[in-house]
């Protein structure tokens, strides 16, 4: 079974951006579609971004312009870049396959807060 990392959360300013990653054991990393996810505290855990084996992105209107998806598919890792950051984006991160998902990681939290 495939095992997710994903790493570079934290807290950062209203306003200011991070770069998530996340780390799939394994050699079939290439062959799948990833995508990113968010839990905040107390909601459901939402879809965000996706990525194709081609490396085509897709995103949540609500997030499109200020988060960007990429993947090296050399380091098994798949990336989310974001910027601009507001408290509502505070939430913890995870990275999945698509359509149909591996065991989920641990995620990694984003706290937005002056």
């Known amino acids: 079974q495939v095992q997710l990392v994903e790493s570079g959360g934290g807290l950062v300013q209203p306003g200011g951006s991070l770069r998530l990653s996340c780390a799939a054991s394994?050699?079939?990393?290439?062959?799948?579609?990833m995508g990113w996810y968010r839990q905040a505290p107390g909601k459901q855990r939402e879809f965000l971004a996706s990525?194709?084996?081609?490396?085509?992105?897709y995103y949540k209107p609500s997030v499109k312009g200020r988060f960007t998806i990429s993947r090296d598919n050399a380091r098994n890792t798949v990336y989310l870049q974001m910027n601009s950051l507001q408290p509502e984006d505070t939430a913890v991160y995870y990275c999945?396959?698509?359509?149909?998902?591996?065991?989920w990681g641990k995620g990694t939290l984003v706290t937005v807060s002056s």
């Open positions: 999945n396959r698509l359509p149909r998902a591996w065991d």
């Open positions: 394994g050699s079939i990393f290439s062959a799948n579609a």
């Open positions: 990525i194709s084996t081609t490396a085509s992105p």
